[in-house]
């Protein structure tokens, strides 16, 4: 307790002090009086002799008045009525002690439900501008076109074969392979081909235009007495790296396409009619 506290609880006992002095301060006085009568007591009267003389020798005379110091009895005629003393009275506010240190942290309570979402906040002031970003990678170019040809005919065996071709007509950024004869897809879209190619005659003609290792559509002619030019054409979907070729099937039949070194009698041929990435 602080030398505030102290100060504060002498005056509290010094003012009780002073309230219950005041109380006992009549007390002894009668006391004494009553020690006196006690030592000069006389043989014992009767109840009514006795009230009569406690009457005249306490009681005032005619021409007289009691003393305000007297000690009465409360069954005495005139009697005064004194009033109680108060009983004083402590101011609380002014017992107040000096603040004290800040306690532990309590444990943490449970964790309350999950509220609402609440309404959207104003935005914001415009950031600054960001710095410049890194250069991005190269634009694909979104075209592709190639058209070949093969001056050499083509015998079937005991395998199928690809049909290779010898003569390069258009091969717009190298998308056809001319040593595997095989067109490779760079720019995702739909894409045209068409084959053609020369009969030869007493011999039948059979080939396919291959996506990846599917047979996608079949190039056939009968055998005749005459060979003739035979074509086929189709549009695909193609997806990055895929691969679009001819074959020639194998030698289960007499199976041949015809050409010659002064004309060029098969043609494979395709482009992108559309990319991928356009809406």
Known sequence: MGSRGLGLALACCLLLAFA???????????QQEQQEQEGTREPPMDHAERDEEEHEKYGPGQDEEAPASRCLRCCDPGTPVYQAIPVPQINITILKGEKGDRGDRGLQGKYGKTGSAGARGHAGPKGQKGSMGAPGDRCKNHYAAFSVGRKKPLHSNDYYQTVIFDTEFVNLYSH????????????????????????????????????????????YAQVSDRSIMQSQSLMLELRDQDEVWVRLFKGERENAIFSDEFDTYITFSGYLVKPANEP
Do not use: D
């Open 20 to 30: 219950c002095g005041l109380v006992l301060g009549r007390a002894p006085r009668g």
């Open 176 to 219: 056809f392979n001319m040593f595997t004869g095989k067109f490779y897809c760079y720019v995702p879209g739909i894409y045209f081909f068409s084959l053609n190619v020369h009969t030869w005659n007493q011999k039948e003609t059979y080939l396919h235009i291959m996506k990846n290792a599917e047979e996608v559509v079949i190039l």
